[in-house]
């Protein structure tokens, strides 16, 4: 019986291409990351560790307080794009079923996804779950305990979907009708047009 789901929002990316952390940027009423998050503690996730590299700038963007949400810092800001990754599943309750990585820079997912993730999860006995828009897979990943130890040892920057394409055959995925709970801000393009009003 499924009786906890941890969810690891990764937040703690370099400035890159757009200047600043895409997290912590201004969408329409909040930052980024502040919308990713009520989405999270809106579910049935149990609990939700927040990696970030910096947590001063974090709290200068961030009004949430719940005592689900758990921030993790993660120093300097190299390691590779799985750091992240690995130092949030280290950090979730160790008795957790399972855990659901969410991008730090995907404004518009909404928590009716990740309980549908969660819902078919307990149902199901496959060892990830994800939503699909159109047949393909999309994010966030729902995670099995059982391969938490191949987590830990991942390489890539496509890591969590490498696993998933070699687990194809025991995973499930859940369709959605619309893209958008997926879509994230990857450069400015992207940014101006989800500022726009719905």
Same mark, same amino acid.
């Given at each position: 019986m499924i009786e906890m789901v941890s969810a690891v929002v990764l937040a703690a990316g370099r400035a890159g291409n757009m %200047?600043? +952390?895409?997290?912590?940027?201004?969408?329409?009423?909040? @930052?980024?990351? !502040? =919308?990713?998050?009520?989405?999270?503690?809106?579910?049935?996730?149990?609990e939700v560790v927040c990696v970030v590299s910096d947590l001063t700038t974090a709290g200068r963007h961030i009004?949430?307080?719940?005592?689900?949400?758990?921030?993790l810092l993660k120093y300097g800001a190299d390691g590779g794009p799985n750091?992240?990754?690995?130092?949030?599943?280290w950090a979730i309750n160790p008795n957790s079923d399972g855990v659901l990585f969410?991008? %730090?820079? +995907?404004?518009?997912?909404?928590?009716?996804?990740?309980? @549908?993730?969660? !819902? =078919?999860?307990?149902?199901?006995?496959?060892?990830?779950?994800?939503?699909?828009?159109?047949?393909?897979?999309?994010?966030?990943?729902?995670?099995?305990?059982?391969?938490?130890?191949?987590?830990?040892?991942?390489?890539?920057?496509?890591?969590?979907?490498?696993?998933?394409?070699k687990n194809r055959d025991q995973a499930e995925l859940v369709p959605w009708s619309e893209e958008i709970p997926s879509v994230d801000v990857d450069v400015h393009a992207d940014y101006a047009r989800l500022k726009e009003p719905a």
């Open positions: %200047g600043e +952390q895409k997290a912590l940027l201004p969408l329409r009423d909040n @930052a980024v990351l !502040q =919308r990713v998050l009520e989405g999270a503690l809106a579910s049935k996730v149990r009004t949430i307080e719940n005592e689900r949400l758990i921030w750091s992240s990754m690995i130092a949030g599943l969410l991008a %730090g820079d +995907q404004p518009f997912i909404r928590s009716e996804v990740i309980d @549908a993730l969660i !819902q =078919r999860f307990e149902k199901s006995r496959a060892l990830i779950v994800a939503p699909s828009f159109q047949g393909q897979p999309r994010n966030p990943l729902l995670f099995r305990r059982e391969l938490f130890p191949d987590l830990l040892k991942v390489t890539g920057d496509r890591s969590g979907h490498a696993l998933l394409e």
